[in-house]
């Protein structure tokens, strides 16, 4: 079965070709699946994408009408896939997996710069500033983290934190045995965490869980780290919230409406995206450009995986009627 994977990147590409070596015929585009160039594919071929392809009801209508059955998504998360239209038109889909270390460990990393206020400290240092005033930072053994969401990345991070010796509360609607932290309802994390952490999927339900009526829960001067879905949080109350300073540090590595701005250069466009270059330049709002998941490790599996999927589904499932 031949596979066209979209939206190649640069560092992806020596893993594609670890696995043309071992006789899977794969071509690389680094576009985005679109409709029109659905028509384009081999007809019973399988596609591979990452998350600025947006499959809606129309693109998986396509791939049907192409006898295209199986995509996969080279990343953990599937929100820009619409599930409910791929299982309508029989097109079978996967997401990858990788190691949850290399996400929790930039987690780790966003809430020691956000606790020792290290953007301040960047911008002195280069223009030889070197005083103190304002820079005074806090210790984790003396606060309260609150991870919601204990899947692989949620717990991992929770146990790397219980090396600091912060009290850790914990929110999942399936709470698991063996889970070093406190379960508790989540209005309680929200109340008593000095630093919150989203380690969840976007889903309808939780579309915008961080919003202006629970940050009003929510301790004065909280910390708030989104290494997840940038949906989780909605933009306006964050910058409301940051204003105000009810948050008293926020550390980012991806926002809402990221689509078409993250993995770009786009410093000689013109950036129209008003919320995001607003929050992004106060002193206390670390962001980075949805990276936390970039590791040598984690991109070879998703590249793997993504592929391996698709053979997978394609060995074990009845491929349907082609749509007239």
Not at 117 to 126: D, E, S, T, V
Not at 138 to 154: F, K, N, Q
């Amino acid at each position: 079965m031949k596979i066209t994977a979209f939206e190649v990147r640069p560092d992806e590409k020596p893993y594609f070709e670890e696995l043309r070596q071992k006789g899977i015929e794969i071509t690389e585009r680094p576009d985005r699946l679109t409709l029109d160039v659905i028509s384009e594919l081999e007809p019973d071929s399988a596609v591979s994408i990452l998350g600025q392809s947006l499959c809606d009801e129309a693109i998986f209508q396509a791939l049907a009408r192409q006898t295209i059955f199986y995509l996969s998504t080279r990343t953990i998360g599937y929100n820009h896939l619409d599930l409910t239209a791929a299982k309508k038109y029989g097109v079978h889909t996967a997401n990858v997996s990788y190691a949850p270390d290399g996400v929790a460990d930039y987690t780790i990393m966003m809430i020691l710069l956000c606790l020792r206020g290290y953007k301040q400290a960047l911008w002195r240092m280069q223009v030889n500033d070197f005083s103190l005033d304002g820079l005074m930072g806090r210790e984790l053994r003396d606060l309260t983290v609150g991870v919601i969401g204990t899947g692989r990345i949620g717990s991992q991070v929770i146990r790397d934190l219980s090396g600091f010796g912060s009290h850790i509360l914990a929110y999942d609607p399936h709470p698991k045995a063996g889970i070093a932290a406190e379960f508790v309802p989540l209005e309680r994390l929200y109340a008593e965490s000095d630093i919150i952490t989203l380690h969840t999927a976007l889903t309808p339900e939780n579309y915008h869980m961080i919003n202006s009526d629970t940050i009003a829960l929510m301790k004065d001067g909280v910390v708030l780290i989104n290494c997840a879905r940038g949906g989780l949080m909605d933009m306006k109350a964050l910058i409301e919230g940051i204003e105000s300073c009810k948050i008293g540090a926020l550390g980012l590595d991806t926002v809402e409406d990221e689509e078409g701005i993250v993995h770009k250069d786009r410093k000689t466009d013109i950036f129209a995206d008003r919320d995001l270059a607003y929050l992004k330049q106060f002193k206390n709002v670390v962001y980075t450009q949805h990276m936390a998941f970039f590791t040598e490790q984690a991109v070879r599996s998703m590249v793997s995986c993504g592929v391996m999927s698709l053979l997978n589904m394609a060995a074990h499932t009845q491929i349907p009627q082609q749509l007239s």
